[in-house]
């Protein structure tokens, strides 16, 4: 417990955790389960490519979403990858995109040979905004919507179905961040054209490294079987170039082992977020993003806005003082990728043209959650927090005198 601001690691006090806490959730199963399952893999000699597990995975998943196809991929980014193909969106095309949020998003579509249209988010849900979709939707040369349920937050899909069937283009989601997540009590998975999850082993379900693409178009998932690979391929449909998003066997025993879990894990880190929110509720400058009202929740990531003039210190003292106590919260996603090269040196239009995006970026933060959480964790992390407000006015003079 830190009573003076001398306390603080950052001004070289003792530091407040032994082992440092990540925001990713690195939920990890038990030994006896990821061995028995793995030791099937070695007598199997079965190891990647529409194996016997990865084929049940897409089963599992397909289940869990409701949805028709389910088709597991090496990551999402070559998710992304391959949906763009899949798609059949040409190269040179316009796709409009948020600039809040992981690079691989964006990157994805240069990959494909796409160009991103940014366009703003909602300052309350982060997410697209449908007013600068519409407006973006004016300009020459869009072929596609990627709307990104950021934090698990549901884009508004009707409304951009309804934006994207009027101009008869595509619209796709990236829901790297919104596994088990409903909208109108519906499955994220079953949205859009295709949507595409991760489950990289900071997500809250996880394969280690991995992904899905998700559809109801059996056309589509076909093409992107095709481009996977030539395994699990079900009908003979031309795809244009292979991707080799394979999804090995150790992929989907993690991930099966991780299905398993993702209720209760789910169940934990909505308990997590609870917490924070009841031990922060009286910091003035604090606002934390919650899922809809009504609708399933993964709680996958604690994030806050943090407004300096109220709370006495920016976001990012709050977070050099945290990470200096091994509390390892991130900034993500800053900067927005407008700012981020080669897009703001090539397309230099949009640098200031996302004051949302802008203002975010320079508020947002996300706090540890997941299993390497408890209750003592988090109740030692929000008086760090409290005690920086409290004493901000001196925190904010010994930093700057740092600089
Ligand atoms: N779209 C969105 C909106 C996304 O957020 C992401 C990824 C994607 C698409 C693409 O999904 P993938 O292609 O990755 O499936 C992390 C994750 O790598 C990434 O999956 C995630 N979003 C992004 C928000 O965060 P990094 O570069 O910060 O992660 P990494 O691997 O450095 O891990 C963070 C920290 O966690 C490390 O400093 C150490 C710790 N860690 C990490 C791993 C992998 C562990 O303790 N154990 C581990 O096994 O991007």
Known sequence: MKRLTSDLAVFGGPVEFADVLHVGQINIPEKERFEAIFSGIFSRRYYT??????????????????????IAVTNATIGLMLACKALGLREGGRVIVPAFTFAASVQALSWAGLMPLFCDVDPDTHVLSVESVRAALEEPGVCAILGVHLWGTPCGVEELRRLADERGIKVFYDAAHAIGNTINGLSVGNFGDLEVFSFHATKIFSSGEGGCVTTNDDELAERLRNLRSSYGRRMDVPVPIGGYGRFSEAQAALGLLSLEDFAANCEMN???????????ADVPGLRFILPPAGERSNSQYVVLEVDEALFGLSR?????????????????????????????????????????????????????????????????????IIFLHENAENIAGRLCEQQ
Do not use: W
Request: hydrophobic letters at 30%.
């Open 49 to 70: 490519n529409h194996g016997p597990l990865q084929q049940e995975l897409e089963v599992r998943l397909e289940d869990l979403f409701r949805v028709r196809n389910a």
């Open 316 to 384: 990012d003292a709050i977070v050099k003082c945290l990470q200096r106590e091994n509390i390892l919260c991130r900034r993500y996603f800053t900067p927005g990728m407008h700012r981020c090269l080669p897009y703001s040196s090539e397309l230099p239009q949009y640098v200031e043209s996302l004051p949302v995006t802008d203002f975010l970026c320079s508020r947002v933060m996300q706090l540890p959650s997941g299993q390497q959480m408890d209750d003592n964790k988090i109740d030692a992390v929000c008086d760090l």
């Open 270 to 280: 909505g308990r997590r977020f609870g917490r924070y929110r009841e031990r922060l």
